[in-house]
């Protein structure tokens, strides 16, 4: 596995290597959930190929009050596991090298990026489209992949590359989760022990969705309020969002006909846990 850090030296590295590349994003503090991505990369390039990952922290999608500096950066273990999960190439590049002093231009999402977690980060979605047109333009994969735990960001990044005419593939990746249920998070971590276990109620409250829904509960209202009164068993939990949207759209439903979307975001503390509910086929 060999790690850069300048584009010109990945881009020299990329020159030699087998295509297709495929790509795979993070910001590091890996865990389980990130190693699936990279074989879930893996196996759409046929076991061959070229999987690269990056690690980079990235500054513009985090507002002034919210924990940038705190971002867990444990790098060598993070290469380590890169490294055991069969990466090809790690792109680890300082802030300086995605972002000169005056750097001007970002890409902005102007429509699935304004509900959700947009309505409660409305710097976000700007700062990850800015850095992963950077990271695109860099790499050139064929085909990238993102998790389906960070399903807005899936669908805007999908939109991102549909209207800018990119060639590349973006593959979803499943939610990873822990015995318990809760899904796998490089801010789990912040948790404290009462907090961990108090948030598997987020689990628990898309289960008791799924279960209202085959059981022919079509109500967003019913639905929203079955979730956030179990949700607030948790004494230190606190309801940023709960909403019912299409999954294409991202658009808020009254009542649910063929398939939708179940997105939350709860806060422990000043840790905010996201996680969502993918229905497709309602009729099955």
């Not at 994003?25 to 690269?52: I, K």
Request: glycine fraction near 8%.
């Amino acid at each position: 596995m060999e790690v850069h850090g300048r584009v010109e030296d990945l881009r020299a590295a990329l020159g030699s290597r087998p295509r297709p590349v495929v790509f795979v994003p993070t910001m590091g503090a890996l865990h389980e959930g990130h190693l699936s991505l990279v074989r879930v990369g893996r196996n759409w390039a046929g076991g061959a190929g070229t999987v690269v990952a990056s690690i980079f922290v990235n500054p513009s999608q985090f507002a002034p009050h919210e924990d940038f500096d705190a971002y867990p950066r444990p790098l060598e273990r993070d290469l380590e596991m890169c490294r055991e999960a069969g990466v090809d190439l790690v792109f680890t590049p300082p802030r300086d090298v995605m972002y000169a002093p005056d750097a001007s231009v970002r890409v902005l999402e102007e429509r699935l990026s304004q509900g959700l977690c947009g309505r409660s980060r409305p710097h976000f979605f700007g700062g990850v489209c800015t850095v992963v047109a950077k990271l695109f333009h860099i790499v050139q994969p064929d085909a990238a992949v993102f998790g389906e735990k960070d399903f807005q960001q899936l669908a805007v990044i999908r939109r991102m590359v549909r209207d800018l005419l990119w060639p590349i593939e973006i593959i979803p990746g499943p939610i990873v989760r822990e015995v318990d249920g809760l899904a796998m998070s490089s801010r789990n971590q912040y948790l404290d022990a009462e907090s961990r276990r108090q948030a598997t109620v987020l689990h628990q409250a898309l289960g008791l969705a799924r279960a209202a829904i085959q059981g022919g509960e079509r109500s967003s209202v019913a639905l929203k309020e079955l979730m956030e009164t179990h949700v607030r068993t948790a004494p230190l939990a606190r309801i940023d969002y709960i909403e019912l949207v299409d999954p294409d759209a991202l658009t808020p439903l009254e009542m649910i006909s063929s398939q939708v979307l179940v997105a939350m975001a709860v806060f422990f503390g000043s840790t905010r846990l996201i996680d969502n509910l993918c229905l497709r086929d309602l009729t099955a």
